[in-house]
């Protein structure tokens, strides 16, 4: 079974920026893609962005392209998204996604584990 714990979510003003940090544990990372989502209050959980097994490939949801950036250490086991520029439609809570093969998408069913997620709420 594999574990993901996100970390990283806050309370920060419009423009200001956010590290989301998320550490997997068990039988996956390496040789997985990773992903993260975020979902609002009422809405469904949307694709943020995407990473490949070794960091090579990456895919973002065209609403965060230019001010987000995932990245990975696989050393440490961890994925991560730089948010810079937030906006207050960037609230939401923030899941980590352990991907079912080396690339992952951007659709749920890519993904085989979550994280319990991390909120993010970004005043104007």
């Known amino acids: 079974q594999a574990r993901l714990v996100e970390s990283g979510g806050g309370l920060v003003q419009a423009g200001e920026s956010l590290r989301l940090s998320c550490v997997a544990s068990g039988r996956l990372f390496s040789n997985n893609g990773m992903g993260w989502f975020r979902q609002a209050p009422g809405k469904e959980r949307e694709f943020v962005g995407s990473?490949?097994?070794?960091?090579?490939?990456?895919y973002y949801a065209d609403s965060v392209k230019g001010r987000f950036t995932i990245s990975r250490d696989n050393a440490k086991n961890t994925v991560y998204l730089q948010m810079n520029s937030l906006k207050p439609e960037d609230t939401g809570v923030y899941y980590c996604?352990?991907?079912?093969?080396?690339?992952?998408?951007?659709?749920?069913?890519?993904?085989?584990?979550w994280g319990q997620g991390t909120q993010v709420v970004v005043s104007s």
């Open positions: 996604g352990g991907g079912r093969k080396a690339y992952a998408g951007g659709v749920v069913e890519d993904y085989a584990y």
């Open positions: 990473i490949n097994w070794n960091g090579s490939s990456k």
